[in-house]
């Protein structure tokens, strides 16, 4: 996996709001889902388009670090700014859960002693006790990735 994979991961539960703000069309959100689901490599002006604020803050955290443009595209940079450097609240908080149930694509988890479900949209390989992340329920990657 790429940063630019994992970026957009996190990134893309995001999209279909943005399209329903009209900050993004139908067109760019297709696009995201088939790279979503297929893996596929998005390239960094797509992502700049669709997200530009994660974007944006993403090259702030790199810089912050003392990366240069490149560097900050690491898959541990991409990983580090979503996991703690992301800064969300509310809904849109990223959350680290422990998997209770999977059925399907649907996964119940526990976030602080409170049931959450989601989605496990990118089809990952998670079991009953893993701990895993999610970004407005869906299932982002695993905790020990």
């Known amino acids: 996996m790429t940063g630019e994979q994992l970026f957009l991961r996190y990134a893309f539960p995001c999209a279909e709001s943005r399209v329903i703000r009209g900050k993004l069309d139908e ?3 297709e696009k995201l889902k088939s790279l979503a689901q297929s893996g596929g490599q998005p ?3 797509l992502l700049r ?5 994660a974007f944006r803050r993403l090259r702030e955290f790199g810089k912050s670090q003392g990366l240069t ?5 690491s898959l541990e940079t991409v ?9 969300h609240r509310g809904e849109c908080q990223l959350r680290r859960v422990v ?24 089809n990952l390989p998670i079991r009953v006790g893993e701990e895993v992340y999610l970004h407005l329920g869906v299932v982002v990657e695993k905790a020990e990735s």
Do not use: M
Request: aromatic share 18%; charged share 15%.
């Open 27 to 29: 067109a760019h959100l």
């Open 43 to 45: 390239n960094r002006q």
């Open 49 to 53: 388009y669709c997200f530009p604020h």
């Open 69 to 73: 443009d490149g560097a900050w595209w």
């Open 79 to 87: 990983r580090c700014f979503w996991r703690q450097h992301h800064g």
């Open 99 to 122: 998997v209770g149930s999977v059925e399907g694509r649907l996964v119940s988890a526990i976030f602080n002693d409170t049931q959450v479900k989601a989605i496990n949209f990118y």
